[in-house]
């Protein structure tokens, strides 16, 4: 087989890896809650801290990989990543969980951006790059649906530090096909000034929000620590953007933000990661400790979500077509939030037949809005401006995840917190505060249907004319193909 298959090879199983750290965990979170005598913001933690880091640095590994080598930067990370989950498996407390899983962010953020721009790089072919990139995009979509069911399996069956562990011999073979067959790639005229400022409060500024919303529960949303936490994070943010705005060579053009179609999708974007990352997380918890399925059964109640999230996908250029980018979004948004509608009405008995219509709305809900909304708001960019536009609209998805398990989290314990006080037992606490989650998760994807609904209105798709001037984010940044398939990434 000639080298570059192989060079796809070595990025598919790469991909894999760092997509299914985003959702491999959920699944496995009660059995390590009961190994290392984790609380619910412990948990959280264990999460939150790879989404964290991996959102943070994403747009950084691309830079460094623009002008230090993708194959170099593809190595680096991925070996980082291995050893990491070599640790994270080893780990015999919270902390130490938590502080391998910040380093597996770590070498996820170098080794994604760099994927699809080692494919672009390799096959100059365009027929080979479609079948190529064809191949990418499959392969997050099987670790997005087998990614719950493996982390159950295993945590059922095995230690679950072998949900870290299976990572080593992967981490290896890959290593061993990317040295051997990956070529080295630079962006050409990419400039070697990395934008410092902007790094260092932005990771400050989410760092600091993160820690208030999962802490503030326990140490109190009045006390000092707290307050200090929620104002660090306010001046760190107004401080980054007073920093891209200046910057010449920023992290984030927020040049592109001019643009009506492209802020409003990022917002709606936003709104889908808060309903799809929290439902994942949640719902693996009250799946196993409410309705007590076993970790098998619970990852495989998520099989369906992801299947009919990938066939309504398959059918969203159809639809789209028909009805229009902003119709798609908002009727797909609208079906989401029946979905997760349908998950706050379940009780502490419900079978898993019961199940059912929920995960199955939820995902075709999330399937249908996702690709109409993704080639809108990048189609919104001149060609130049696509690379950067769709890293930031991945990375902003990233951090609604991250920000959708901590705020539906203040949600759920401040009201398990009310029920216990009343004399409530722990799984109906629970299950109570489960379901005041639920609650507010449908009112963010509803209010995600009406921006979506608003801001695409008129926004052109791919195949159709090009989108007016006057929705062009003005600029000319270097187009970066490295990020430009990232907005996929879950």
Partial sequence: ???????????????????????????????????????IAGLEWVVSSY???FAGLM???????????????????????????????????????????LVQGLGAALVV??????????????????RA??????????????????????????????????????GVVTLTLAAFAMNESRAPGSTRRLDAGGLVTSAIALSSLTYALIEGHDKGWTSALILGAFGLAAASAVIFG?????????????????????????????????????????????????LGFSPTKAGLAFVPMALAMAAFAAAAGPVTARIGAHRAVGLGMVVMAAGLYLFSRLGGEASFGALMPGFLIFGAGAGLMNVPLTDAVLHSMPPERSGVASALLNASREVAGLLGITVIGVVLRSR???????????????????????????????????????????????????????????????????????????
Avoid: C, K
């Fill in 133 to 170: 990139v064809g191949a990418w995009t499959a392969i997050g979509a099987m670790a997005l649906a087998f990614g719950p069911l493996i982390g159950g399996f295993i945590s059922q069956h095995l230690h679950w530090g072998w949900i870290f562990f299976i990572n080593v011999p992967v």
């Fill in 51 to 53: 989404i964290l880091v």
């Fill in 1 to 39: 087989m000639p080298r570059r298959w192989w060079t796809l090879v070595a990025v598919a199983l790469a991909t894999f890896m760092t997509y299914l750290d985003n959702n491999v965990t959920n699944v496995a979170i009660p059995t390590i809650q009961r190994s290392l005598h984790l609380s």
């Fill in 416 to 490: 398990q917190s009310v029920a216990l006080a009343h004399g409530a037992t722990p799984g109906g606490a629970f299950l109570d505060g489960y379901h005041a989650g639920l609650f507010v998760t449908v009112a963010l994807v509803a209010a995600g249907a009406v921006v979506g609904f608003t801001a695409l209105r008129g926004a052109a798709h791919p195949g159709s004319a090009a989108v007016p001037a006057a929705e062009s984010a003005p600029g000319g940044d270097e187009a970066r193909p490295e990020l430009a398939g990232a907005a996929s990434a879950s």
């Fill in 113 to 130: 951006p760099t994927t699809l721009a080692v494919i672009v790089a390799t096959f100059d072919d365009a027929r080979e790059r479609a």
């Fill in 59 to 101: 747009l950084v590994g691309g830079r460094l990989a623009d002008v230090y080598g993708r194959r170099r930067l593809f190595l680096a990370g991925l070996s980082v990543f291995t050893l990491a989950s070599l640790a994270a498996g080893l780990a015999g407390s919270g902390g130490e969980l938590i502080a391998a899983r």
């Fill in 242 to 290: 007073i920093i891209e705005s200046r910057n010449e060579h920023p992290m984030v053009a927020m040049s592109l933000f001019r643009s009506r179609v492209y802020s409003g999708g990022t917002v709606t974007m936003m709104l889908w990661g808060f309903g799809i990352f929290g439902i994942y997380f949640f719902t693996s918890i009250y799946l196993q400790t409410v």
